[in-house]
């Protein structure tokens, strides 16, 4: 039996000068890239822009059973690893001593989450 999704929250900063590129690229993401992450059982990832601070905010649900091994399984994927190469540049990691996506200390903050409502689901 599968386990319930677990939601994730996280953030990270864009560079200013980034803004446009961003939202170019992401307008278009390489089918390679969301392939790994539904082979790796994330769902329902998007990511929302705060301009006022260049704040960057990704929600996701993970919907398999082994969370850590399918994180290396997308960071062993060669097309994420390009991904990552453009898009790292273009982000400020706000967790102390992270180096890049690839790197061993998170590259996007995870938030806490304090609050949930689902209420009834619309047809």
Not at 68 to 84: F, Q, S
Request: hydrophobic share 40%; with cysteine.
């Amino acid at each position: 039996m599968t386990p319930p999704a677990r939601r994730f929250c996280q953030i990270i900063k864009l560079r200013p000068e980034a803004e446009a590129e961003y939202k170019k690229i992401h307008a278009n993401v390489w089918p390679g890239v969301l392939a790994a992450l539904e082979r790796h059982n994330i769902a329902d990832y998007s990511i929302h822009y705060h301009p006022p601070l260049n704040l960057l905010i990704a929600t996701f649900k993970y919907v398999g059973s082994n969370y850590e091994a399918d994180m290396k399984g997308i960071a062993a994927d060669p097309e994420t690893l390009r991904w990552w190469a453009v898009t790292d540049g273009m982000q400020e990691s706000l967790v102390e001593g992270a180096t890049g996506s690839a790197g061993t200390t998170p590259w996007w903050q995870q938030l806490e989450e304090v609050f949930r409502f689902e209420g009834k689901t619309v047809s």
